[in-house]
């Protein structure tokens, strides 16, 4: 199989060993550091990888995701404070349990969960990629831009609580993808006469400022905010506490088994992302439980659930990147920028051109997890009490530095620092006006391939837009796509009826 020539890739590259185990250590430490999340950590490395080969440049950012993904855990867990969205299912059982003096055993849990969890969808990704990508070499442009039109709308609609500002920042994405030159007939778009616009919007100075900087302004924001502190258990008694044995461990075990593939489920669907699946599988795992009365008071099981779920998602979430070109997530959309950098197409015929590199880059996530869960199982407890003497006051600021020198290191350009700080403003703008940032980066990824895709499909027709109605695949993809954001809008009415109550 393909995956065992992608195993012996990996291990027989130390200098790829190397990027793998440092990604482990950036995204989880990112990844517990509240108010950072992977997709920042992603996002200011970008311009790194430029001098990079394209397995290792996409190994060390694929793997930071993983591992930021399990390193909002450790923010969760000992101080209350979720290190990213998802995290936020873990606190309700993870801080109980840390201030019952077992956060090491609540970490421990949380590590396990999430490896198996990660193994599980990494897995399922490995068995399931190819068939999705043969599938997909069978779509004419027509059906293509149906699933660009459908994933426009779904990620729209799904992300945060309104779909009518998910969709308005979908269509923002994609009106400043559109400046620049036509890529038909060369005419100048939204470019006001300016030169530097003629080329678009650079993808990796948006990222930095939506991820990066907006989110450090927030945080300025919230400067007065209260870490709760943290302290080593030091005695004996305590350290025997927090041990974790089989016993303690076996109950969360199907848990475990049914939340990661419930992750895996909703990370192939574009938009979901972690925080859901981590929600739905505690909601699914406490209707489950034996004692659910003891959840949301420190039981195992309540961590064991969501980090599992947390981190499923990560393989499953690939999979439409890969096989269509569409970003299921943020990092998803992050990593497609890596691709077209290095010359590579994303998309069905990826797995004709470069099915070498994509099966190494499966094995370089397998190796990932395991380093995340060994560096987490003993030394997450280390990583939590490291952040916590790290005084927010020089950390944001140094954050805010590499984010100016990241974005001029990608092309050489001040206009990029400006585009840069103007993406920060409207990232920030965005979260406070309850707009989506993710919907618009995605949706600014997507929109390139999703125009082509439309004008061909006109080429091809001789009736117009009734091409996308007279071929039935099209029709049924597009049908589905209104179909969720109709099915979004009457559950967001739904529970604001039970709010009501």
Known sequence: MEIFAGLATVLTSPALIGWVVLAAVVGMIVGAIPGLTASAAIAMLL?????????????????????????????AILFNTPGTAASAATQIDGYPLAQKGM??????????????????????LIIGVGVIA??????????????????FVVIGSVIGKSVVKGLASAALGVLIKMIGTD????????????????????LVPLMIGIFVLAEVFSQLENKNAKTIQYDAPSSEEARARNRLSW?????????????????????ILPGLGSAIAAFVAYGEGKRRAKHPDEWGKGALEG??????????????????????????STIGAILVGVFLIHGIQVGPTLFVTSKELVYSLFAAGLLGIAC????????AAAVGRLIIKIPTRVLYPLVFLTAFVAA???????FDVWVMVTAGFTGWLMKKLDFNPAAFVISFVLAGGAEEAFRQSLLLSDNGLMIFVTRPVALGILLLGIGAVVFRIRSLRREAKQDEL
């Open 303 to 328: 961590i064991a659930a969501p980090e599992a779920a947390n981190n499923a998602v990560s393989g499953p979430s690939m999979a439409p990147l890969l096989t269509l070109g569409i970003p299921g």
């Open 247 to 267: 016993a303690e461990y076996r109950p969360c075990v199907p848990h475990v088994i049914r939340s990661s593939f419930i992750g895996s489920f909703i990370g």
């Open 134 to 151: 043969a599938i997909a070499l069978m779509l004419g442009p027509p059906e293509l831009f149906a699933i660009y039109f459908a994933a």
């Open 408 to 414: 001029y290191a990608s092309r050489g350009s001040l």
């Open 47 to 75: 311009p790194v990888t430029f001098y990079m080969d394209p397995l290792s440049a996409l190994a060390f950012l694929y793997v930071i995701g993983k591992s930021g993904r399990y390193g909002g855990s450790i923010a």
């Open 372 to 379: 995340y869960g060994l560096i987490g199982y003993f030394g």
């Open 183 to 202: 890529p038909i007939t060369a005419d100048e778009r939204f470019t006001f006469g300016s030169f530097d616009l003629l080329g678009g919007i650079g």
């Open 103 to 124: 956060s090491s055993k609540a970490m421990r849990v949380a590590t396990v969960s999430s490896v198996i969890g990660d193994y599980i969808g990494e897995i399922l």
